[in-house]
């Protein structure tokens, strides 16, 4: 089992910067990929973001791309989301989920339970 926790969100006006932390437990990732989705009030949630562990290997959504940062600290067991240049629509609840990569692809098995994100214009 993993267990995910974020942290990090809050509100902040447009244009400016937050940066979201997953602390992952349980056991390693190294044949996991970690990915930031996000759900707005009346929207569906969407894929923002994921890493491979083992590599660093990242993909985007367009609409955060040249704005948004994943990356993630082996030793620490943390996912990050730097986000810069936000604007309205990024508002949202962000959750960091987990699957197993190898030797096959999983869902998103293992999901923390979401952080605010709020960007005032």
């Known amino acids: 089992q993993v267990q995910l926790a974020e942290s990090g969100g809050g509100l902040v006006q447009a244009g400016g910067s937050l940066r979201l932390s997953c602390a992952a437990s349980g056991r390693t990732l190294s044949n996991y990929g970690v990915g930031w989705f996000r759900q707005a009030p009346g929207k569906e949630r969407e894929f923002v973001a994921n890493?491979?562990?083992?590599?660093?290997?990242?993909n985007y959504v367009d609409s955060v791309k040249g704005r948004f940062t994943i990356s993630r600290d082996n030793a620490k067991n943390t996912i990050y989301l730097q986000m810069n240049s936000l604007k309205p629509e990024d508002t949202a609840v962000y959750y960091c989920?987990?699957?197993?990569?190898?030797?096959?692809?999983?869902?998103?098995?293992?999901w923390g339970q979401g952080t605010q994100v709020t960007v005032s214009s």
């Open positions: 989920a987990a699957r197993l990569i190898w030797p096959n692809v999983r869902s998103y098995d293992y």
């Open positions: 890493i491979i562990w083992s590599g660093g290997a990242t």
